[in-house]
């Protein structure tokens, strides 16, 4: 254990040291949710039944999560960027833990997560959003989000390991854009068919969307709503569970293994 955290240590650092080199990526990704947070908030958010700034409480909690859920993508490109061009092999002849490299990755991740989380939300209180819950609430929000967008990345690092192709890597990354919109993130579930209503509120988008909501005080919890959702918080740490049970052992045997 001892060993895995101090490898884990250096990778993180190594993960740190590499986004600080690409400067130009790092701010795409953390001006890309104020960007939607501004176009949805006032235009998209123009054609809803819900006030302007009622709405715009309604999105950032679902915009922070949404953009957890990009982990999905950049856990994906880098762990293929890696495997394409030959890091990864050279990280497999060093005396090291294997699971390392792949939690360095996924842990620098949720470090640059916590740190965009901060002008987003500035943001979002310069547009009408509050927290209306209590200061534990709104901590444990904030918790749940980082814990959501790790499980995410192990999911991506898995993912690009697999296709050990940054541009697979990418165009499969891209489709990772629907996941938000198969969910409450944007809209409330209520007003969808039951059939499509279903597939949102088991969305896990959609649980940890809801259980923001309801700890910042933004939202209530839906009427009759698929169980992850009328629980929210036992549902998003439920997914959590699920995601990281899955894919933190894939993700270190297909890192241990490559592709044998």
Same mark, same amino acid.
């Given at each position: 254990?001892?060993?895995?955290?101090?490898?884990?240590?250096?990778?993180?650092?190594?993960?740190?040291?590499?986004?600080?080199?690409?400067?130009?990526?790092?701010?795409?990704?953390?001006?890309?949710?104020?960007?939607?947070?501004?176009?949805?908030?006032?235009?998209?958010?123009? =054609?809803?039944?819900?006030?302007?700034?009622?709405?715009?409480?309604?999105?950032?909690?679902?915009?922070?999560?949404?953009?957890?859920?990009?982990?999905?993508?950049?856990?994906?490109?880098?762990?293929?960027?890696?495997?394409?061009?030959?890091?990864?092999?050279?990280?497999?002849?060093?005396?090291?833990?294997?699971?390392?490299?792949?939690?360095?990755?996924? =842990?620098?991740?949720?470090?640059?997560?916590?740190?965009?989380?901060?002008?987003?939300?500035?943001?979002?209180?310069?547009?009408?959003?509050?927290?209306?819950?209590?200061?534990?609430?709104?901590?444990?929000?904030?918790?749940?989000?980082?814990?959501?967008?790790? #499980?995410?990345?192990?999911?991506?690092?898995?993912?690009?390991?697999?296709?050990?192709?940054?541009?697979?890597?990418?165009?499969?990354?891209?489709?990772?854009?629907?996941?938000?919109?198969?969910?409450?993130?944007?809209?409330?579930?209520?007003?969808?068919?039951?059939?499509?209503?279903?597939?949102?509120?088991?969305?896990?988008?959609?649980?940890?969307?809801?259980?923001?909501?309801?700890?910042?005080?933004? #939202?209530?919890?839906?009427?009759?709503?698929?169980?992850?959702?009328?629980?929210?918080?036992?549902?998003?740490?439920?997914?959590?569970?699920?995601?990281?049970?899955?894919?933190?052992?894939?993700?270190?045997?297909?890192?241990?293994?490559?592709?044998?």
């Amino acid at each position: 254990m001892s060993m895995l955290a101090y490898d884990g240590t250096a990778m993180l650092g190594r993960q740190l040291l590499r986004m600080r080199n690409n400067p130009g990526l790092l701010i795409l990704t953390q001006t890309m949710p104020i960007s939607m947070l501004l176009f949805f908030g006032y235009v998209f958010g123009s =054609a809803l039944a819900m006030p302007g700034e009622a709405y715009r409480s309604f999105l950032v909690p679902g915009l922070l999560v949404a953009t957890a859920a990009g982990g999905i993508m950049t856990g994906m490109f880098q762990a293929a960027q890696d495997t394409h061009r030959g890091v990864t092999n050279r990280f497999r002849t060093l005396p090291m833990s294997r699971a390392a490299v792949p939690l360095g990755q996924a =842990a620098a991740d949720v470090v640059v997560t916590a740190v965009g989380t901060v002008p987003f939300l500035l943001v979002g209180l310069a547009v009408g959003w509050r927290i209306e819950g209590g200061p534990l609430e709104a901590a444990g929000a904030v918790g749940l989000l980082m814990l959501f967008r790790f #499980a995410c990345t192990w999911a991506g690092i898995h993912l690009g390991l697999l296709t050990r192709n940054e541009e697979a890597a990418g165009q499969l990354g891209g489709a990772t854009f629907l996941l938000p919109l198969l969910s409450s993130a944007y809209i409330p579930t209520t007003g969808l068919p039951g059939w499509l209503r279903t597939v949102a509120e088991w969305n896990p988008i959609s649980a940890v969307a809801t259980a923001l909501r309801d700890l910042f005080g933004n #939202a209530p919890v839906p009427d009759e709503a698929a169980w992850p959702v009328a629980h929210p918080v036992a549902g998003s740490l439920m997914w959590c569970a699920v995601l990281l049970g899955i894919f933190v052992p894939l993700a270190v045997r297909q890192y241990a293994h490559g592709g044998r």
